[in-house]
């Protein structure tokens, strides 16, 4: 049995477990999809889409084994017949996983089948992870921080198995994780795929950038847009798995909606660490040019490792789209504690509509980096020095 344990709690495999019920929220698309099976409408190519740690895998994975579940009901898979068993390890034959991988030195090919137990051990483990968590795991194989890519080995691949016959269920189901990683050769040679499958195939796509496809491989698929968690969804999941609700809300503090975020904290400890002075104190001393204290301020978070320092950065994104929600009035929108509201209250005024875009892009920039392993003090200071000129962005207008 998977297990990874936290210092609250031991979350196992039967926590994810590949059924709707165990998926929170999403309702009306969760009955959506049931719907298809039931009215034997299922389109053979669908895509999934929506941001990072929302439910758009956990939802593609429950609906792949509700289509080959041999007695499903009105509402969900049984999860007990010989179809459900083999899902719940993500090792049914007749689901092929795609996914992006990193390019092995001396290997000929580059295909998921090549890491497929890794893969499915990560899902397995938290189906909301991202593509940063899952390239972590190759870190000490990655150290001049290549992409992940699916690459045209992999189109050809799924051509050849695609030639064979269903093993033992009526829908054979290729899923493909992070679509947009596909590269042109791969792309084009699964265009045709996607347009006119051989009968008894459904392809499921699970994207965060749908607008990195091909055109016209947008166009041939049917699109089921994911929408993120709500506030009410998380504090339910989390009460359930015996996280008390003060902590509960402190980590939604620092990941917004993302609850593969969430999972990831607990399971390395980090709920402890203190964002928001760090951030509070970052933004004062760039907003004053203070160099010599910026300097100090860049030795503490280098010191503090990569792990921290990605979080440190997503929590710096949100914190930047909280002050531009602020900055247009929609006060109810926020989603922050009251340390975090009173400094909004102050500072939101320095981040707006000019220079928010800029700021949250080079908050992006340097998550990318730290996981291709960047030095950590060099890119901090450099990023001070970027933070500093866009703060210094006037506003063109006021919305009172």
Not at 44 to 51: E, K, S, V, Y
Not at 181 to 207: H, Q, R, V
Not at 283 to 305: C, H, P, Q
Not at 384 to 393: A, E, G, H
Request: charged residues 25%.
């Amino acid at each position: 049995m998977l297990k990874f344990t936290t210092n609250l709690f031991t979350f196992d495999r039967k926590k994810f477990l590949m059924l709707f019920k165990e998926i929170i929220g999403n309702s009306t698309i969760k009955q959506q999809l049931i719907d298809t099976v039931k009215k034997n409408r299922v389109s053979h190519a669908q895509l999934f889409f929506g941001n990072t740690g929302n439910g758009k895998l956990a939802l593609a994975l429950a609906y792949a084994q509700y289509l080959n579940c041999e007695n499903k009901t009105d509402i969900d898979s049984c999860g007990d017949c010989s179809s459900c068993f083999k899902y719940k390890n993500l090792s049914h034959p007749d689901l092929h996983l795609i996914f992006p991988v990193l390019k092995m030195p001396g290997s000929k090919t580059s295909t998921s089948d090549n890491f497929v137990n890794k893969w499915r051990s990560f899902v397995l483990e938290n189906p909301y992870a991202s593509l940063n968590d899952w390239s972590e795991i190759f870190d000490s194989n990655n150290k001049t921080g290549k992409q992940f890519l699916i690459y045209k080995d992999e189109a050809d691949v799924i051509h050849q198995k695609l030639t064979l016959k269903n093993f033992e269920s009526p829908y054979r189901v290729v899923l493909i994780w992070m679509p947009e990683k596909m590269n042109l050769e791969a792309s084009n040679k699964l265009l045709k795929l996607f347009e006119e499958p051989p009968k008894g195939t459904i392809f499921l796509l699970i994207s965060t950038s749908p607008n990195k496809l091909l055109p016209t491989i947008i166009s041939r698929l049917q699109k089921i847009k994911v929408p993120d968690f709500t506030k009410n969804d998380i504090l339910t999941y989390l009460d359930k798995s015996l996280i008390d609700t003060e902590k509960s809300k402190k980590l939604i503090a620092i990941t917004g909606s993302n609850l593969g975020k969430i999972l990831k904290i607990e399971s390395e400890q980090l709920e402890g660490l203190d964002l928001f002075e760090q951030f509070a104190s970052w933004m004062r001393l760039s907003y004053k040019t203070d160099i010599v204290n910026i300097s100090k301020w860049v030795d503490e978070i280098a010191f503090m490792g990569r792990k921290h320092q990605e979080l440190f950065l997503s929590y710096a994104i949100k914190m930047a789209r909280e002050c531009l929600i602020f900055n247009f009035a929609n006060h109810k929108l926020l989603k922050t504690n009251e340390k975090e509201s009173m400094f909004i209250l102050k500072f939101a005024p320095f981040i707006h509509e000019e220079n928010s875009i800029l700021i949250i892009d080079e908050l992006e920039r340097s998550i990318k980096s730290i996981n291709r392993n960047a030095n950590a003090k060099i890119l901090f200071f450099e990023l001070s020095l970027q933070i500093i000129k866009f703060l210094k962005v006037k506003r063109k207008f006021v919305i009172n």
